[in-house]
């Protein structure tokens, strides 16, 4: 038997013998609607073909059944596996995740809040830029709908969860230092927060060990192409001779692979056996560190609690039914894990 067709929401109401508003009643919550109606609403979608616009319906309300999700570029593996993980919370607990790059641009970050806010999300859970965003974009945003930032913050009393960068640095540089040679440190363009303190614990971290902390500066141009100055720098360093020793921890997994690939185009080589000339470390686990050859020693962050805290803080926020309390979590700091490789 051909499936009926419904054009519109009045067409198929009127088909199940319900008014409109009953209709629309049930598609936001089955069960808010008797078990005869509701039996009566679904035997008739079963001899239909009509499907709901919740999209064009979510509009017309003051508020929707979405959350945005902006991250400064999902290209990258850390930030797509950290959507991935946030968008299946987000289906669970009945929302529709909308998710926006900002592709590493403070102009294209705007304007990703200014699309969340015409399309009425009910909140967001952001992986700010950080120190390129334009903070006032995001009080405007925070004063609209509630937010969460993950990963890295903007100053203010916005929510975050991220990682413990003290507790992950310090963790690392007292296995390099018992292991081996103390390491150097790698710093890639302070463009979060997470630059600075990871800086900052390293240098913490050395002298409470007793060692001479040695910082490698970074390039000064703002940019995310972190390989690119992992292997230029480390090149450079080769070439001229100015290697400051045979450890090198890196501020994050991408910076250790372009450090990696330079070590091997000069033939040295890079693990942790007494005939390796370089031993290199890293932090965040960045889902292809262990892939790399040989595969990275580094700081394992909690991806799965990161994104988990995230959308709790979030629903807390949301759920208007039950106000969150006074004692609700602003700043969630999550320890990492280290996870020894062959590379250091």
């Not at 002298?207 to 690119?228: H, L, S």
């Not at 890196?250 to 942790?272: E, H």
Request: hydrophobic share 40%; proline share 6%.
């Amino acid at each position: 038997m051909a499936e009926k067709t419904h054009r519109t929401m009045d067409d198929f109401a009127q088909a199940c013998g319900v008014s409109r508003p009953t209709l629309s009643k049930y598609f936001d919550d089955p069960a808010s609607v008797k078990p005869a109606t509701r039996a009566r609403i679904e035997a008739a979608l079963r001899s239909s073909d009509y499907q709901p616009n919740l999209f064009a319906r979510n509009l017309n309300r003051k508020r929707t059944r979405n959350i945005g999700i902006v991250v400064p570029t999902i290209t990258d593996p850390f930030y797509a596996e950290m959507v991935s993980r946030i968008e299946f919370r987000c289906r669970d607990e009945g929302y529709w995740p909308i998710v926006i790059s900002s592709h590493g641009s403070p102009k294209l970050e705007a304007e990703s809040v200014r699309t969340l806010l015409s399309l009425k999300v009910a909140g967001a859970i952001i992986a700010p830029l950080g120190l390129a965003s334009d903070r006032s974009v995001f009080d405007k945003l925070g004063q609209d709908i509630p937010i969460v930032y993950f990963d890295t913050y903007i100053e203010g009393d916005t929510p975050f969860v991220g990682n413990d960068n003290r507790q992950s640095v310090s963790t690392i540089v007292d296995y390099l230092c018992r292991s081996g040679e103390p390491p150097a440190y790698l710093d890639i363009p302070h463009v979060n927060h997470n630059s600075g303190e990871r800086q900052e614990s390293y240098i913490v971290a050395m002298e409470t060990a007793g060692f001479k902390p040695v910082v490698i500066e970074a390039a000064r141009d703002y940019t995310w192409d972190f390989e690119r100055i992992g292997y230029e720098q480390t090149e450079k360093m080769l070439e001229t001779g100015t290697l400051p020793g045979r450890t090198i921890l890196c501020a994050n997994d991408r910076l250790a692979f372009g450090v990696m690939a330079a070590a091997y185009s000069r033939g040295l080589k890079v693990g942790r056996r007494p005939d390796c000339d370089l031993r290199v470390a890293a932090h965040d686990d960045h889902p292809l560190s262990r892939y790399t050859c040989p595969a990275l020693t580094t700081m394992a962050q909690d991806f799965t609690a990161m994104a988990g805290r995230s959308v709790e803080i979030l629903l807390a926020l949301l759920d208007e039914a039950d106000p969150p309390k006074q004692g609700l979590a602003r700043t969630v700091k999550l320890g990492a894990t280290l996870v020894m490789r062959q590379s250091a």
